[in-house]
Nanobody, 124 residues
Framework: QVQLVESGGGLVPAGGSLRLSCAASGRTFARYAMGWFRQAPGKEREFAAAINWSGGSTHYADSVKGRFTISRDNAKNTVYLQMNSLKPEDTAVYYC?????????????????WGQGTQVTVSS
């Protein structure tokens, strides 16, 4: 079992940057693949980025590729999402999620554990 707590959200002007953090409890964090998803009002939850257990493999949604970077520090039980060149359309609640396997990394239903989310608002 792993529990996840996101932090780092806030209000930022377009073109700005934010770094989200997701702290995980438990001693088995390094066994989990991690993902970041986001959900805007009235829209379905969508994939943003994912990273495998070692950090050696990452994937991004086309909408964030080149602007967002996912990373992890297994010694600190934490996964990060560095978001640069933010756009108003990036406004959403951002969730981190964990699962054992790395396949289907862009499918929310495949993830077993979720954080409570952190709000990111990008003003135009």
């Amino acid at each position: 079992q792993v529990q996840l707590v996101e932090s780092g959200g806030g209000l930022v002007p377009a073109g700005g940057s934010l770094r989200l953090s997701c702290a995980a409890s438990g001693r088995t964090f390094a066994r989990y693949a991690m993902g970041w998803f986001r959900q805007a009002p009235g829209k379905e939850r969508e994939f943003a980025a994912a990273i495998n257990w070692s950090g050696g493999s990452t994937h991004y949604a086309d909408s964030v590729k080149g602007r967002f970077t996912i990373s992890r520090d297994n010694a600190k039980n934490t996964v990060y999402l560095q978001m640069n060149s933010l756009k108003p359309e990036d406004t959403a609640v951002y969730y981190c999620a964990a699962r054992r396997a790395y396949s289907d990394y862009d499918v929310p239903l495949q993830f077993d554990h979720w954080g409570q989310g952190t709000q990111v608002t990008v003003s135009s």
